[in-house]
C-alpha cells in the first residue's frame, strides 16, 4: 500500500495518484502509462549513446568499406560452405547410386560441375575484396 498523506483530505488514493501522473507528461506521449514509471525505466536513453556516436566520427572512409568488405567476405564464405556442403551430398549419390537411375547422376553431375563453376567465381570474388588497396 501506498503510505502518502493526501494533499486534499478529500481525494481518494486513486484520485491522488491519477492526478499525480496526469500532472507529470508522458515523453513519449502515451496514454494511459504511468509517468513515473517511465521516468524510472526510460531504456531508450543510454548513456553511452553520446560515446558510442563520438567513437563513430572518428571511422574514416576506408574503415567503413573494410567492415562493409569484411561483412560481405564472410556472407560469401557462408554461401561457399553451404554449396561445398551441397556438391558434397552430390558426390555421394554419384558415387553410391543406389535407387537412381543413370539419368538422374547424368543430371546430378551436371549439377555438380555447375555449382564447382559457382564456388570458382565464389573464391575469386573473395580473393578481390581481401585484397586491400593501396
Known amino acids: ?3 502518502k498523506k493526501l494533499d486534499k483530505p478529500t481525494e481518494t488514493l486513486a484520485e491522488w495518484t491519477r492526478n499525480c501522473n496526469e500532472k507529470k507528461k508522458d ?4 496514454k494511459d502509462k504511468k509517468a513515473v514509471l517511465i521516468d524510472k525505466f ?13 567513437r ?3 571511422f574514416t572512409e576506408e574503415d567503413t568499406k ?4 569484411a ?12 554449396i561445398q556442403d551441397n556438391v558434397l551430398r552430390i558426390d555421394t549419390k ?17 549439377q555438380r560441375h555447375a555449382m564447382m563453376v559457382v564456388l570458382n ?14
Open 71 to 82: 561483412k560481405l567476405i564472410n556472407k560469401l564464405i557462408a554461401q561457399k560452405r553451404r
Open 94 to 110: 554419384v558415387i553410391n547410386p543406389i535407387g537412381i537411375s543413370d539419368y538422374q547422376v547424368k543430371l546430378l553431375t551436371t
Open 121 to 134: 567465381i565464389l573464391n575469386l570474388r573473395i580473393a578481390d575484396l581481401s585484397v586491400v588497396d593501396d
Open 56 to 58: 563513430e566520427k572518428t
Open 1 to 3: 500500500m501506498y503510505h
Open 66 to 69: 573494410m567492415t562493409k568488405n
Open 42 to 54: 526510460d531504456w531508450h536513453k543510454s548513456k553511452y549513446k553520446p560515446l558510442i556516436e563520438q
Open 27 to 30: 515523453p513519449r506521449g502515451r
